[in-house]
């Protein structure tokens, strides 16, 4: 692990020279206290990314520290370094444009011949343009992340299915997934969403996976709040990839274990009927249906392969 952090850390250094030719071009004409300024706070930035991906590493596990105050840091992090990246494709521009100059003049082709003064000035055209494309994803996911991560929303969407009992017309099914509850510092914004799901008076509710990031703990403090959704033929409920836990390292098999185990539980506690590769019989005016519950299903990455269509 020691050595993955490295790699990852050393790529990381990389973009960061590497974007910071845009730093440097764009206040090439401040005074030298104001550079000097710029190239801390640059680099300020960059250090305390490595100290706290460092810091992490050691204190992930100890409960003095909050996983929040992690988990927004990081977003943070990663957010700056893919600004960086975006940014340095314009500048890999200019640096491929000197490469083709540079080879013209070596083997005397004649390319590249003007002058210098058009070179500099389209060296800093392209790098106020790195900076402000990174500044779009920057401003954009910040904003998301601060904002819209709980900006919940009602989409409405008729299904057509042939065949369906002519009892279950006009059922309302209210579909919910990815709540991922150790995002999230407080309850309010799930009181918000029950409130805005029971508004709907669904006939039935089904939740789709992923309750937690990665530990049961994550949703215990929302157990009461969760309770409160209802629906006059049931809440279900199955399990997405994060809720296995395969993205922890646990200390044994059976702390994993037990950790899914106490997920289970917490979906029982809430009164969520949890779909294990299992049916069940909906009834309505005398009429019935089958829901299945097939568990999670990944075709890519190490997302767990659980689901048996079959069993169910």
Known sequence: MLIRFLIFFG???????????SIKTVTSDWTLSRQVLASRIYWGITIF????GAFSMITWNDPLFSKYIYQYVFCLIFILVLSKIVGSLF????DLQRLVRWSGHF???????????????RAKFLSYTALGVAAIPLSTMIYGMVKTAFDFKVRRKSVVLPNLPSAFEGLKIVQISDVHSGSFYNGSSFERAVEMIMAEKPDVIFFTGDLVNDRSSEAEPHINIWKKLQAP???????G?????DYVVWETEEAKKANLDRLKEIHKEMGWDLLLNEHRILEKGGEKIGLIGVENWGGA???PKKGDILKG
């Open 11 to 21: 790529i990381l250094l990389l973009i960061d020279f590497y974007f910071f030719q």
């Open 49 to 52: 990314s490595l100290a706290f």
């Open 91 to 94: 500048l890999l521009v200019d």
């Open 107 to 121: 083997f005397n082709l004649g390319i590249g011949s003007g002058g210098g003064e058009d070179g500099i000035s």
């Open 233 to 239: 033929l049931g809440v279900f409920s199955i399990l």
């Open 241 to 245: 990839n994060h809720d296995y836990g």
């Open 301 to 303: 990455l190490n997302f």
